[in-house]
């Protein structure tokens, strides 16, 4: 059901460092869309990593359709997870390769991925199509490519919870509109929680989460939290977005 769930959640990097996270209590509803905002040195990072339990917890639970995940295996957490991160990765090898890198999908679907990523008529005119050798780290590929094949690879996997780690922060507003749209078409019955670095790419969130020096300052639905004029009000204020 894709219900995510922090209880009095703690987190920190090291023993004598302060805490990154600090009682972080909230809990999403089923297939619900959340944005997570906050200045530099918020913590929204660190809530991902919590998430996949790349950072444990120093205190309190993270529970996932009743399910508190310190209590099962990393291999069957993350394989429920699905993470388009700021920063796409991708390895030396096939565009087949970086896809399906453990080659569970057909041919038919890898395609059916690429076109609904806008990129089927890139891939088709390349010689080797999907043979194309992606060099490490996708050099010979734009980074809007680059992004749109994580988002391929993502659709792919079809996992109830997807993380999006500021997924659009470093590529145009065509590609990014490209990814928002595919998101919010295939993505519709997930759980999505998206790390915003562009307070536009909220604003139709159902509800946001609003974090200062790892503790929650605001949680409410975007309307209600800019009318309460608290920080998330200032921090649209500031950017100058508008509905």
Wanted: proline content about 2%; glycine content about 8%; hydrophobic content about 40%.
């Amino acid at each position: 059901r894709g219900i995510i769930q922090f209880v009095n959640y703690k987190a920190q990097y090291r023993k004598d460092l302060d805490l990154a996270l600090d009682d972080i209590s909230f809990q999403t509803r089923s297939n619900e869309k959340i944005g997570i905002v906050g200045r530099t040195g918020a913590g929204k990072s660190t809530l991902t990593n919590s998430l996949f339990r790349i950072l444990e917890g120093s205190g309190g639970k993270i529970i996932i359709d009743g399910i508190d995940i310190s209590t099962i295996g990393l291999h069957d957490l993350r394989r429920n997870l699905n993470i388009i991160p700021q920063d796409p990765v991708l390895f030396s090898g096939t565009l087949q390769s970086n896809l399906d890198p453990l080659g569970k999908h057909s041919d038919i679907e890898l395609w059916e991925a690429l076109e609904l990523c806008h990129l089927k008529g890139f891939v088709e005119s390349l010689p080797k199509k999907l043979l194309h050798e992606i060099s490490e780290g996708g050099e010979n590929l734009s980074i809007g490519q680059r992004q749109l094949v994580c988002l391929a690879r993502v659709l792919l996997r079809k996992a109830k919870i997807l993380v999006l780690d500021e997924a659009t922060a470093s590529v145009d507003m065509e590609t990014d509109n490209l990814v928002q749209s595919t998101i919010k078409r295939e993505f519709y019955n997930c759980t999505i929680l998206t790390i915003a670095h562009r307070l536009h790419t909220v604003m139709d969130s159902e509800r946001v989460l609003v974090l200062d020096a790892g503790r929650i300052l605001e949680y409410d639905t975007p309307n209600n939290l800019l009318q309460w004029k608290g920080a998330f009000s200032e921090m649209v204020a500031e950017a100058g977005v508008t509905r």
